[in-house]
């Protein structure tokens, strides 16, 4: 651990035993799973975080204390009115944004997710993900247009789940639009809008128009999550 980071958690200390106690079970509390850093911020505090895991351990879900170069030193919001699902570690960067809308909205992270800085996960219905998951810089998921559209006092653009599966690598600037669903082991190319699904495993996609451009393709992390 560098002196940075050490300095951000031990700052956190008065912000993490809160959001333990605000989102978790007194039970689960105690054990400190939730570890944010000093500058996180709590936009809202309906919901609940589900830590999902046979052993919770101190600091498997860590907030803002990771991500690279400055977005570590970013605040990050949880805006959470609906429900968190961590399922075992799980890191979110610094000047990340996580929204459940409210008590019908659900986010569901899979355990060694990572999601690096400056992204933002909104969910008025269901946003799914994987584990084994990176997600990298500036990359936005929602499953809602947030505004409502009607043609002849008709609703045509209704939220839809976003479901991304296990080991899926999502690159810097993308965006993935309600409706989409990213197959397990998937490379999504940078700055790629994705907005529908396909049925290949392993390959390398970009978009608009999705296409596939690569398959039988793997990837790795560089270090295992910390």
Request: aromatic share 6%.
């Amino acid at each position: 651990m560098n002196r940075a980071f050490v300095k951000r958690l031990l700052l956190g200390i008065p912000k993490s035993v809160y959001a333990n106690f605000k989102y978790l079970p007194v039970r689960q509390a105690i054990r400190l799973p939730i570890l944010v850093s000093d500058k996180t911020r709590f936009i809202g505090t309906k919901g609940r975080v589900e830590i999902v895991e046979d052993r919770v351990r101190p600091g498997m879900f860590r907030v803002g204390l990771d991500g690279s170069g400055t977005a570590s030193c970013l605040p990050t919001r949880l805006e959470i009115n609906g429900v968190l699902r961590v399922e075992g570690r799980v890191r979110i960067g610094g000047g990340c944004s996580v929204t459940t809308i409210d008590e019908n909205s659900r986010i569901s992270l899979g355990r060694n997710t990572i999601i690096m800085g400056e992204s933002r996960i909104m969910s008025s219905r269901l946003v799914q993900i994987g584990r084994d998951c990176m997600i990298s810089w500036g990359v936005q998921i929602m499953d809602t247009d947030w505004h409502s559209l009607y043609v002849d006092d008709r609703l045509i653009n209704q939220d839809e789940d976003v479901v991304i599966g296990d080991r899926v690598w999502i690159c810097s600037n993308v965006t993935v639009l309600k409706g989409s669903a990213i197959p397990n082991e998937s490379i999504i190319a940078a700055s790629s809008t994705i907005s529908s699904s396909w049925n290949q495993e392993r390959c390398i996609v970009a978009g608009l128009p999705l296409t596939i451009i690569k398959t039988d393709a793997t990837w790795s992390k560089d270090r295992p999550l910390p």
